[in-house]
């Protein structure tokens, strides 16, 4: 199963760019998609979320460091990261798909971590 943090509760809404601040959750399974609420509170708890539901894949743009760290300690989710720039939902699936996404790791997380503290610093 594939979840991606989405900005609206829409198959063509954009991606919520904080992966603990999304809104909404498309899960992806067999080509089926559902959209639900996250009622989960911060990245640690949406990690929780993901993980009970059997999410083996992650699509996102920004994460703390915290759940990267549960998510990598815990192993079962695979983390594909985006890109910076305003994406939907069907082009990010359509990137995933072509195998044209990074998966996050230890050797880039820190890029985007570190951008992801610059941009609440700038608020």
Do not use: C
Not at 35 to 60: D, F, P, R, Y
Request: hydrophobic share 40%.
């Amino acid at each position: 199963m594939i979840a991606i943090p989405l900005k609206l509760n829409k198959e063509n809404s954009a991606l919520a760019p904080l992966f603990g601040k999304a809104k909404w959750f498309a899960f992806v399974e067999n080509g089926n998609i559902t959209i639900e609420k996250n009622e989960a509170q911060g990245g640690s708890g949406v990690v929780k979320w993901l993980l009970g539901k059997g999410v083996k894949t992650l699509i996102m743009q920004k994460m703390s460091q915290p759940p990267y760290q549960m998510i990598k300690e815990e192993g079962s989710i695979t983390i594909y990261y985006v890109g910076s720039d305003r994406i939907e939902l069907p082009e990010a699936l359509n990137r995933y798909e072509a195998d044209e996404l990074v998966i996050l790791d230890d050797t880039n997380a820190p890029d985007i971590v570190k951008s992801h503290k610059r941009q609440h610093q700038q608020r």
